[in-house]
């Protein structure tokens, strides 16, 4: 089978018998679920091997150890560890997310606001930076090898090394004390309308947006000049159409497949993996939620906040499939 | 030399106090406490500040004492809000519990204690108008002030301070006071009597004063029946502000308290605000980004631009806020006295201070006895770098060779910089030293022997917060039973002289025995005591009455916005 062939847009597949359709829906569920609980054990026995005990690191390493002792009777930590976590679980399939043991506040309101916040920040930073990153990246293929490729690129990825806590610390330097034009913190005060709060996001957004722009621009290059190379881009361009319909009908729709597949897993970070930019920010987001746990050893927040990014990297992974396989019919009869 | 009236008035005042308060008078006068030293043993043995500033003036005719931390310099503006960074509280905050700073922070804006421990005067007289030892100094007695309500109305009595210290005692409870009362103060030891409130110790203690002082963060005054784990939803005290908000992980507001007992002593501030950050460096932007106020608690490294910033005032307390580095007496090469000593001679520790805090500290002497704790003897020799002697001290050991050994530190602060500082001067003397940094939990381990890198390492540093009085570090960091005794120094004398410390009500025979113990690691060394950092905070340019407290309180009582 000649290249071209396997570009060609088939025949859709017959649809599937009924079984077979149930099957294909069970299968990602029983995946999830397993994914889930293998997940959630992993965590919860390897906090285990994490320094110290909950009692000690709460109360200081200058507390007498009756004080300790006490404290971790309170809190239950002085079960054995299977009853703890068959207890956790117990909790999780009735709906209780648990009481953060150090807070001793619900996991579920802790979680919440937590979440809330990262997703602001994470639509925020997806925002700016998916466009610019695929209109980059296009810009790049189309003027492939001019300086104007080399440019995007070359910054791009050069940008993509410099770690959140240095692009952070220079854009609060320059753009927060420096012009004065947003502020230090990304936290909003009580009560702030969207507007607000949009501004106080900008700034923790633009490392994220450094980071990501220079990885997701070069899928966006690669995938546009795959496309613009192939058969079906000369049959268009010899077909007569304006370059506008070509890229936009025919060499987008290809060339973006496995940037969008990419998009999920880095939104999952994006929800998940900010400790550093929202200590930087001062911002209460999930990602230090959980380094907070882990520092206390406050398991049952530690596992809930694992499990809700967890939930997050699958749904958005699902999500990117479901947008690829709408735009490629070969992913959807796969 | 003293005025006739100047007698007059000592013969006054000596016909008001105990005899142990007599015996400071006689110390002052003898030249052998100094103005400030005078008033801090004075207040502990109960002497008021007016009566001792009375003493002082008699001897000199001046109004005594060095202005307080955080005194205003020019008139203060009443009203508005002042914005503070606080670190964030790592667990839920509970009085009885509560053993981080962002904890007591805020707990210190609506609680107070019996008395408040001051940088420069002592203690000052707050809930308690005045106590007093009984001869053997075992039976304490406190008179509980009059005519002061908590914020829910009721009034504050002996009952609610006895109950709370009992509280404190009880170890189903669980307190973080524990330690500090741990062989001195035992449940059951504190009963209310009328106006008064005594304590009767498990062993007489001259500095017990400050056990139930604001230098014992737990024992902020509560309600005879009240749920401390209930505290978060009203912040139940007596203070100048009273609580407004609090959201965990966020911050917390407080008002202005117009009921607040003391007449001479009402805030300024209509409300104070308190910002949570899980970090350092966050804070020092906020200050520069205008997010915020004041910080206080900061390292001179991640402060450092503060300090020479013309837009942010510089706050510096004298502390005995410290590090440690202990070598295990039981371990080879160790367990000779001279390769201890070779390592402590061989730091020049006027460069680390320069070098690591720029001088914002004080020289250490490898004690835990520091310049800023009463009973600390100035007249012993402050070690210094002699290289000859230490390499002599070496060749006599039969190491002239040099060995090699390693470090274990925690990550805090300056602490691996130290560290390294250690590693060049043992250098010079041909000791060979690795540097094991490891992240303070995985560091202090569950701080017990055999399962704490702190305790368990031939070589480990160690950082201890302040304290106004030795007693706690001086037993539990180098007693032989002490519990983190790093060093694992056994030394029966050390041990005698503790026990005579702490028995002396007198405070000639107290400073005595604190020399012998000084001299006494001086020649033993199982400790190396670099130096003792100031405490360190910052304010917006023209934010006035800002006090910090080297136990971690903030005390903004009498502060003012710019």
């Known amino acids: ?68 002792d006490v404290l971790n009777h309170e809190l239950g930590a002085d079960r054995p560890i299977v009853v703890r976590y068959l207890s956790f679980l117990n909790g999780l399939l009735h709906g209780d997310l648990g009481t953060s043991l150090a807070l001793r506040q619900p996991n579920s309101q802790l979680l919440s606001a937590a979440l809330l916040n990262s997703v602001k920040l994470a639509a925020l930073a997806f925002v700016i930076v998916v466009p610019l990153a695929l209109l980059g990246g296009v810009l790049a293929a189309l003027r492939r090898d001019t300086w104007v490729d080399r440019t995007i690129i070359g910054v791009g990825v050069a940008l993509t090394v410099l770690p959140e806590f240095v692009t952070g610390l220079i854009l609060i330097l320059v753009l927060s004390l420096g012009l004065k034009l947003f502020p230090v913190t990304a936290a909003a005060p009580p009560g702030s309308g969207f507007g607000t709060q949009l501004y106080y996001l900008v700034l923790p957004a633009l490392p994220l947006v450094i980071v990501l722009f220079g990885y997701l621009a070069k899928l966006a290059r690669t995938g546009t000049i795959t496309a613009l190379d192939s058969d079906y881009h000369r049959t268009a361009v010899l077909k007569g159409l304006p370059a506008r319909v070509v890229v936009t009908r025919h060499v987008l729709r290809n060339a973006l497949l496995p940037t969008i597949s990419v998009l ?40 809930v906040g694992v499990l809700t990014v967890g939930v997050a990297y699958m749904l958005l992974s699902s999500l990117s499939d479901l947008v690829a396989g709408l735009l490629d019919p070969r992913v959807r009869t796969r | 030399m003293i005025s006739r009236l100047g007698i007059r008035r000592l013969d006054g005042v000596r016909a008001q106090v105990s005899a142990a308060e007599g015996h400071v008078i006689d110390e002052l006068l003898a030249g052998r406490l100094g103005r400030r030293e005078f008033l801090r043993r004075a207040t502990v043995l109960g002497m008021s500040i007016p009566l001792a500033g009375g003493v002082l003036a008699a001897c000199s005719g001046a109004v005594p004492g060095d202005a307080p931390a955080g005194q205003a310099a020019g008139p203060q503006q009443a009203g508005g809000a002042l914005r503070n960074a606080v670190n964030t509280p790592t667990a839920a905050i509970n009085p009885v519990k509560v053993a981080d700073n962002g904890g007591l922070v805020t707990m210190g804006q609506t609680g107070e204690y019996l008395a408040y421990t001051d940088s420069s005067t002592g203690l000052r007289p707050v809930l308690a108008e005045r106590w007093a030892p009984d001869a053997t100094g075992r039976i304490w007695t406190f008179d509980i002030r009059q005519g002061v309500t908590f914020h829910n109305g009721a009034p504050m009595t002996a009952a609610d301070v006895a109950a709370t210290i009992d509280r404190l005692a009880d170890p189903a409870n669980g307190s973080n006071a524990l330690s500090v009362f741990k062989g001195v103060l035992s449940k059951g030891g504190t009963v209310a009597k009328g106006n008064q409130v005594v304590f009767t110790l498990d062993r007489p203690s001259v500095n017990f004063p400050y056990l139930v002082s604001s230098q014992n963060y737990n024992a902020i005054i509560l309600p005879a029946s009240y749920d401390p784990s209930q505290y978060t939803k009203d912040f139940m005290g007596t203070g100048p502000f009273t609580f407004a908000s609090y959201t965990p992980g966020v911050g917390a507001a407080f008002v202005k308290n117009p009921a607040y007992w003391d007449t001479s002593r009402q805030p300024f501030l209509d409300r104070v605000e308190l910002k949570y950050y899980s970090d350092l460096p966050p804070q020092i932007v906020a200050l520069q980004g205008n997010e915020v106020d004041v910080v206080s608690g900061i390292s001179y490294a991640s402060g450092r631009g503060l300090f020479t910033d013309p837009n942010f005032t510089a706050l510096y307390v004298p502390s005995s806020y410290t590090r440690q580095l202990s070598m ?235």
């Open chain 1, 1 to 68: 089978m000649t290249a071209a062939a396997e570009e060609l847009p088939r025949v859709a597949d017959p649809p599937p018998p009924p079984r077979r359709l149930l099957r294909r829906l069970l299968r990602p569920l029983v995946l999830f679920v397993t994914n889930l609980v293998l997940l959630s054990a992993l965590v919860f026995f390897g906090a285990e091997v994490l320094p110290g005990n909950i009692g000690r690191l709460l109360l200081g390493r200058t507390a007498d150890q009756r004080s300790v």
């Open chain 1, 264 to 303: 999920g897993t880095q939104a999952g970070y994006l929800i998940g993996g900010l400790v550093v930019v929202e200590i930087l920010f001062n911002y209460r987001g999930i990602g230090s939620l959980i380094f907070m746990a882990a520092q206390n050893k406050d398991i049952p927040l530690l596992e």
């Open chain 2, 328 to 562: 295990r007496c039981d371990q080879a090469p160790f367990t000779d006295p001279r390769v201890r000593m070779a390592l402590a001679l061989a730091l020049d520790r006027p460069a680390a201070l320069k070098g690591l805090l720029n001088d914002k500290g004080d020289l250490g002497d490898d004690s835990p006895f520091g310049p800023t704790q009463p009973a600390t003897d100035k007249t012993v020799e402050q070690r210094a770098q002699d290289l000859a002697k230490a390499k002599q001290l070496l060749a006599d050991a039969g190491q002239s060779a040099g060995f090699d050994a390693t470090i274990a530190a925690p990550r805090v602060q300056e602490i691996p910089d130290l560290a390294v500082t250690l590693q060049n001067a043992a250098k010079e003397i041909g000791v060979r030293l690795a540097i094991n940094v490891q992240a303070p939990n995985d560091y202090y381990g569950d701080a017990t022997f055999g399962a704490s890198p702190w305790l368990d390492s031939t070589m480990s540093l160690v950082d201890y917060g302040h304290r106004s009085v030795p007693d706690v570090i001086a037993n539990a960091s180098l007693r032989s039973d002490g519990v983190w005794n790093a060093a694992h120094y056994k030394s029966p004398a050390y041990d005698a002289l503790y026990d005579d410390y702490t028995s002396q009500l007198d405070v000639a025979k107290q400073k005595e025995a604190v020399g012998k113990m000084q001299r006494l690691l001086l020649a033993d060394s199982p400790i190396i005591v670099p130096y003792f950092l100031n405490w360190l905070g910052a304010t917006k340019k023209g934010v006035q009455g800002v006090n910090l407290n080297p136990t971690g309180q903030l005390d903004l009582s009498r502060a003012s916005t710019a």
